[in-house]
T-cell receptor, first 114, second 112 residues
Framework: DSGVTQTPKHLITATGQRVTLRCSPR?????VYWYQQSLDQGLQFLIQ???????AKGNILERFSAQQFPDLHSELNLSSLELGDSALYFC?????????????FGPGTRLLVL | GNSVTQMEGPVTLSEEAFLTINCTYT??????LFWYVQYPGEGLQLLLK?????DKGSNKGFEATYRKETTSFHLEKGSVQVSDSAVYFC???????????FGAGTILRVKS
């Protein structure tokens, strides 16, 4: 158990809908990362937050947004969903920002868009 | 930009065989290098890491050495077990931040 929790574990929804994925980092970690794992794109970095502020952005679509709250949990919002958004979404956390810090991954949320 | 290339799988081995999974990277500067493992139905777990050239990461019998001259971080294990069957990901993070760039992953299947 990494100490990172993600809810829900599975999500099935329809095209055009909006969903929210939730992540609670390990106790004491200030940095949260979101990654998408799909068959065609592999594992891709989406976005990073540190202590409530956005720090880095990757291949995140404009239809997607995220935030980190004062209690350090984070939410990833996916809107106007398309079939191609079906994927496994991982959250990870680390204490700080330094390159080389270990990131601890949650179990993921599997999203299926029908 | 930064990238990681892994050998394609699946790799199928018999129990107690020697394992090598090749990983090479392209990056500016001196990245940190990682191997993560994903067991079926689970999230990623850090297997080992190395943060500077010539460092050797090791864990659970797995080893990898950060080779700057060949930009490689090959994963090795002397004697695999059935329980090692999983997907292995090589990854890097650069000094400017900590986002991970992953390779495509290599499926390892170990037969008894």
């Amino acid at each position: 158990d990494s100490g990172v929790t993600q809810t829900p574990k599975h999500l099935i929804t329809a095209t055009g809908q909006r969903v929210t994925l939730r992540c609670s980092p390990r106790s004491g970690d200030l940095s949260v990362y979101w990654y998408q794992q799909s068959l065609d794109q592999g594992l891709q970095f989406l976005i990073q937050y540190y202590n409530g502020e956005e720090r880095a952005k990757g291949n995140i679509l404009e239809r997607f947004s995220a935030q980190q709250f004062p209690d350090l949990h984070s939410e990833l919002n996916l809107s106007s969903l398309e079939l191609g958004d079906s994927a496994l979404y991982f959250c990870a956390s680390s204490f700080g920002l330094a390159g080389g810090e270990t990131q601890y991954f949650g179990p993921g949320t599997r999203l299926l868009v029908l | 930009g930064n990238s990681v290339t892994q050998m394609e799988g699946p790799v199928t081995l018999s129990e107690e065989a020697f394992l090598t999974i090749n990983c090479t990277y392209t990056a500016t500067g001196y990245p940190s290098l990682f191997w993560y493992v994903q067991y079926p139905g689970e999230g990623l777990q850090l297997l080992l890491k190395a943060t500077k050239a010539d460092d050797k990461g090791s864990n659970k019998g797995f080893e990898a050495t950060y080779r700057k001259e060949t930009t490689s971080f090959h994963l090795e294990k002397g004697s695999v077990q059935v329980s090692d069957s999983a997907v292995y990901f090589c990854a890097l993070s650069d000094r400017g931040g900590n986002k991970l760039v992953f390779g495509a992953g290599t499926i390892l299947r170990v037969k008894s």
